[in-house]
């Protein structure tokens, strides 16, 4: 169980794979930030010291052997129990003297997830090539097509209340997990807030494991997909306007030449324009029907979420 701090069990969850040349100093840091809190050291299959060098600092070490970052966070947010979680990457960018400004809201119930946001304050070698550009692409897209700007859906540095924390199913496998929890929390109507942090260099020797545009796709296409899982009815319903549209296009086109000459003459253009129309009818039944079936799903992973936190806490 994790300690408990003013009446409430906190605990630093720290995902690692390869940083031995950071996390023993990551987990001192957060150890003097937050000395109440549990610090989880979670281990990615790490082929260097990372596991030895984070029990030898103190922290509570757990090996996971499926890689990916989406596979940690799972086993992380399943196995660890709080009241108040706080996350960060174990490669020493984040600074610590900011945790208990991220898990102030938490903590006083005004947000179920804080997310440290890192673009407004970093050094210029922070990030690499395209990464900018990238972010500013998965920013714009979240704000489209969920309808709430974002400063940074890409940060590693988060805090989150208990409840979120247990109705996450994680489904994510790799780094497209950040994304993952930003749409979730505005998809069901979780209270997200953002606070500026510092962003840092990794220390000599220490790599990043992203790749850029490798996983910029897998970032991107995780939009698309919860796009189209958490609002059936507005992706198929887009779906179902263009369909009918480009029907209403094609039969104008036949109608308009059979008051003309009285005759059809493109015989296909006909059955297209039908078919478009036949599309966009069934489009629109399978946002109505997938978005009924997501509200009365969200209904009853909160009432059981709901119960779950409330066992726990008693």
């Known amino acids: 169980m994790a ?18 040349k950071t996390v023993a100093k990551v987990v001192a840091d957060f150890r003097r930030a937050l000395p109440d809190a549990e610090i989880w050291v979670f281990d990615n299959a790490s082929s260097d010291d990372t596991a030895a060098l984070a029990l030898a600092a103190g922290a509570r070490v757990r090996r996971v052997p499926a890689k990916g970052k989406g596979n940690v966070v799972r086993t992380m947010f399943r196995e660890v129990e709080a009241d108040v979680y706080l996350m960060v990457d174990g490669d020493d960018t984040y600074p610590a003297e900011h945790a208990l400004a991220l898990l102030e809201d938490v903590i006083e119930g005004r947000a179920d997830m804080v997310v440290g946001t890192r673009l407004e304050q970093h050094d210029s070698d922070s990030f690499r090539r395209f990464h900018g550009f990238g972010n500013k692409l998965v920013r714009w897209s979240i704000g489209r097509l969920f309808g709430q700007p974002v400063r940074d859906v890409l940060s590693g540095y988060r805090a989150f209340s208990r409840r979120f924390v247990k109705s996450m199913p994680v489904l994510s496998r790799g780094f497209e997990i950040e994304t993952e929890m ?3 929390a505005m998809a069901n109507a979780f209270v997200l807030s953002e606070r500026t942090v510092p962003y840092g260099v990794r220390p000599e020797g220490s790599e990043s494991k992203l790749n850029t545009f490798r996983d910029g796709f897998r970032v991107l296409r995780t939009i698309g997909f919860l796009f189209k899982d958490l609002r059936p009815l507005l992706f198929f319903g887009t779906a179902a306007l263009l369909a009918a549209l480009a029907s209403v296009g094609f039969g104008a086109f036949v109608v308009h030449e059979y008051s003309l000459t009285g005759a059809v003459t493109h015989p296909s253009t006909a059955v297209l324009a039908a078919a478009l129309a036949l599309t966009a009818f069934i489009l629109l039944a399978t946002g109505l029907i997938l978005d009924t079936v997501n509200r009365r799903s969200n209904e009853i992973l909160r009432l059981i979420t ?5 066992y726990k806490s008693e």
């Open 3 to 20: 300690s408990r701090s003013g009446g409430l069990r906190s605990a630093v969850l720290i995902p690692c794979y390869n940083e031995a």
């Open 306 to 310: 709901d119960q779950v936190v409330r």
């Open 182 to 184: 930003t749409v979730f």
